[in-house]
């Protein structure tokens, strides 16, 4: 049995919780999460079809070379799906998992986000499917929370989520390598203007920068205090 392995025991000891500042998840609300595993890899397999179909259109306007960096939201949830099943089956990937501890943080607060920062320009979406939209990626992060259960977050692994959400970042808002930047389609012109004399591709940049920021801490921050308590209990 890994270590990874043990931290998602049910009779985890207290000496191996996170503060809460880093797990705000109820430890009853883990557990059921870890119980129903694969149930959990269903949810967010279900999730990455409807996302690839939400970006369908826009797969379209894109160039090819560039699809990788097209579905945010659908890659989040199909490395969560890919880590949580890899961990059941006994071989957890610290790569992936930190992949999609990334992923479900930046995507399942961007995401919301950018709803509320353009609310009066998503009026054409169905409200069932706005507040979908809003409280499924919110779930997003809820789920992001629990994977310090089943990883103890390796620097080289985190460098490995960072590298390509680094990347992300770039051919969304900065360096589009090929055409126009690749962001999530937005339903305002990007130099639309916006609050604080920022346009609108602006905003949104703005939002991810610092949600991508807050992955690699929390992330860090989790690994630190990980080796803390290994430390602790040596």
Same mark, same amino acid.
């Given at each position: 049995?890994?270590?990874?392995?043990?931290?998602?025991?049910?009779?985890?000891?207290?000496?191996?919780?996170?503060?809460?500042?880093?797990?705000?998840?109820?430890?009853?609300?883990?557990?059921?999460?870890?119980?129903?595993?694969?149930?959990?890899?269903?949810?967010?397999?279900?999730?990455?079809?409807?996302?690839?179909?939400?970006?369908?259109?826009?797969?379209?306007?894109?160039?090819?070379?560039?699809?990788?960096?097209?579905?945010?939201?659908?890659?989040?949830?199909?490395?969560?799906?890919?880590?949580?099943?890899?961990?059941?089956?006994?071989?957890?990937?610290?790569?992936?998992?930190?992949?999609?501890?990334?992923?479900?943080?930046?995507?399942?607060?961007?995401?919301?986000?950018?709803?509320?920062?353009?609310?009066?320009?998503?009026?054409?979406?169905?409200?069932?499917?706005?507040?979908?939209?809003?409280?499924?990626?919110?779930? $997003?992060?809820?789920? &992001?929370?629990? *994977?310090?259960? /089943?990883?103890?977050?390796? %620097?080289?692994? #985190?460098?490995? +989520?960072?590298?390509?959400?680094?990347?992300?970042?770039?051919?969304?808002?900065?360096?589009?390598?090929?055409?126009?930047?690749?962001?999530?389609?937005?339903?305002?012109?990007?130099?639309?203007? $916006?609050?604080?004399? &920022?346009?609108? *591709?602006?905003? /949104?940049?703005?939002?991810? %920068?610092?949600? #991508?920021?807050? +992955?690699?801490?929390?992330?860090?921050?989790?690994?630190?205090?990980?080796?803390?308590?290994?430390?602790?209990?040596?």
């Amino acid at each position: 049995m890994t270590a990874s392995t043990r931290l998602a025991d049910h009779d985890r000891a207290d000496d191996e919780a996170l503060p809460p500042s880093l797990a705000p998840v109820p430890t009853t609300l883990e557990d059921l999460g870890l119980r129903f595993a694969w149930l959990v890899v269903a949810i967010n397999l279900a999730g990455t079809a409807f996302g690839f179909w939400y970006y369908s259109g826009q797969f379209t306007e894109t160039t090819a070379a560039l699809w990788p960096w097209v579905p945010d939201s659908p890659l989040a949830t199909l490395f969560i799906a890919l880590a949580i099943a890899a961990w059941k089956l006994g071989r957890e990937q610290p790569w992936l998992t930190a992949l999609a501890f990334f992923g479900n943080v930046v995507l399942g607060l961007w995401t919301p986000y950018t709803l509320l920062a353009f609310a009066d320009s998503y009026a054409y979406l169905h409200p069932l499917m706005y507040h979908f939209l809003f409280w499924s990626h919110l779930s $997003m992060v809820v789920q &992001a929370l629990v *994977l310090h259960r /089943i990883s103890d977050f390796p %620097v080289w692994a #985190v460098a490995v +989520a960072a590298v390509w959400y680094w990347s992300n970042l770039i051919v969304d808002y900065f360096v589009p390598v090929v055409g126009d930047p690749h962001h999530t389609i937005i339903p305002v012109e990007r130099d639309a203007a $916006m609050f604080l004399e &920022a346009d609108a *591709l602006g905003v /949104i940049a703005a939002g991810e %920068v610092t949600f #991508v920021l807050l +992955a690699l801490f929390l992330a860090l921050a989790i690994r630190v205090k990980k080796c803390e308590g290994a430390r602790s209990r040596s």
